[in-house]
T-cell receptor, first 109, second 113 residues
Framework: GQSLEQPSEVTAVEGAIVQMNCTYQ??????LSWYQQHDGGAPTFLSYNALDGLEETGRFSSFLSRSDSYGYLLLQELQMKDSASYFC??????????FGTGTQLKVEL | SQTIHQWPATLVQPVGSPLSLECTVE??????LYWYRQAAGRGLQLLFY??????ISSEVPQNLSASRPQDRQFILSSKKLLLSDSGFYLCAWSPGTGGDEQYFGPGTRLTVT
């Protein structure tokens, strides 16, 4: 089976940088994804890492270390609209996703 | 462009009543389709996934079932709802040819009373 661990909550100040971690245990692994979900909304895709290293998309970066079964999502220049829940998800066989329990990010002034 | 629709947006049903949630995808062919459930403050739990018509896999044993009568239509059903069935139900699709990303519908918030 798959299990993923994420801190439940992170608080940061507008304009700052925040890192949200994800550790996983899996019996099959094709990649690690990150999704953002605002309260009451649907998850939206942010990034995907299949190989070790850092992927950058604008203010968002995602890192993966397959040997450590670890990844993180980095958000720079935080804005109030970034307040949301962030989920990591492991892609297994059949393009199935197993989601972590999510980190709730609170951005303060 | 592709779009995914889900209805209804909210639903309040008594215990023991039936359920039917519908999801349709436009603008793509032969997608992989998924049903997830999310309890309040929790992550998403995969319930069913389908790689084609009448090809459906169940991930979690429960009193729910899924059907895919058409290529781009995915239906979640129950004959008798339980209180524990309350939650946020999300349909998603991904390209059948492979892809890193899943695209989620707006969701149905179900409350069983």
């Amino acid at each position: 089976g798959q299990s993923l661990e994420q801190p439940s909550e992170v608080t940061a100040v507008e304009g700052a940088i925040v890192q949200m971690n994800c550790t996983y245990q899996t019996s099959g692994f094709y990649g690690l994804s990150w999704y953002q979900q605002h309260d009451g909304g649907a998850p939206t895709f942010l990034s995907y890492n299949a190989l070790d290293g850092l992927e950058e998309t604008g203010r968002f970066s995602s890192f993966l270390s397959r040997s450590d079964s670890y990844g993180y999502l980095l958000l720079q220049e935080l804005q109030m609209k970034d307040s949301a829940s962030y989920f990591c998800a492991v892609t297994g066989g059949g393009n199935k996703l197993t989601f972590g329990t999510g980190t709730q990010l609170k951005v303060e002034l | 462009s592709q779009t995914i629709h889900q209805w209804p947006a909210t639903l309040v049903q008594p215990v023991g009543s039936p359920l039917s949630l519908e999801c349709t995808v436009e603008g793509t062919s032969n997608p992989n389709l998924y049903w997830y459930r999310q309890a309040a403050g929790r992550g998403l739990q995969l319930l069913f996934y389908s790689i084609g018509i009448d090809q459906i896999s169940s991930e979690v044993p429960q009193n729910l079932s899924a059907s895919r009568p058409q290529d781009r239509q995915f239906i979640l059903s129950s004959k008798k709802l339980l209180l524990s069935d309350s939650g946020f139900y999300l349909c998603a699709w991904s390209p059948g040819t492979g892809g890193d990303e899943q695209y989620f519908g707006p969701g149905t918030r179900l409350t069983v009373t």
